[in-house]
């Protein structure tokens, strides 16, 4: 059966930080693109932040410079380190497992991600 759980969500003031984790199991890891999704409410689901199966990092604009994405393949686990966190941060983050190659993990979009975690709350209070 394929899992990704997804933890290390909560609630922190903005300027603050949090490390999301996303961990698999039941398929291939290494093979698959691991992408960080956010939902907020009354908005659509955009891309974050995603890591190709050769670690290539790839991040929207808005998080440039703050969020950082890595990979421990022995673990199985996609990390989303966000600092600088912002009240516009605020979102259900998930993180989903794309078989794409490269770039295409961010500009693909949620329709190139074949499977999904269930997804934690980040909460940034001003």
């Known amino acids: 059966e394929v899992q990704l759980v997804e933890s290390g969500g909560g609630l922190v003031q903005a300027g603050g930080s949090l490390r999301l984790s996303c961990a698999g199991s039941g398929f291939t890891f290494n093979d698959y693109a691991i992408g960080w999704f956010r939902q907020a409410p009354g908005k659509g689901r955009e891309v974050v932040s995603c890591i190709s199966s050769d670690e290539i990092t790839f991040y929207t604009d808005s998080v440039k410079g703050r969020f950082t994405i890595s990979s421990d393949n022995a673990k199985n686990t996609v990390y989303l380190q966000m600092n600088s966190l912002k009240p516009e941060d605020t979102a259900v983050y998930s993180c989903?497992?794309?078989?794409?190659?490269?770039?295409?993990?961010?500009?693909?979009?949620?329709?190139?991600?074949?499977?999904w975690g269930q997804g934690t709350q980040v909460t940034v209070s001003s």
């Open positions: 989903a497992a794309s078989p794409t190659w490269g770039p295409q993990c961010l500009s693909g979009g949620a329709d190139v991600y074949d499977y």
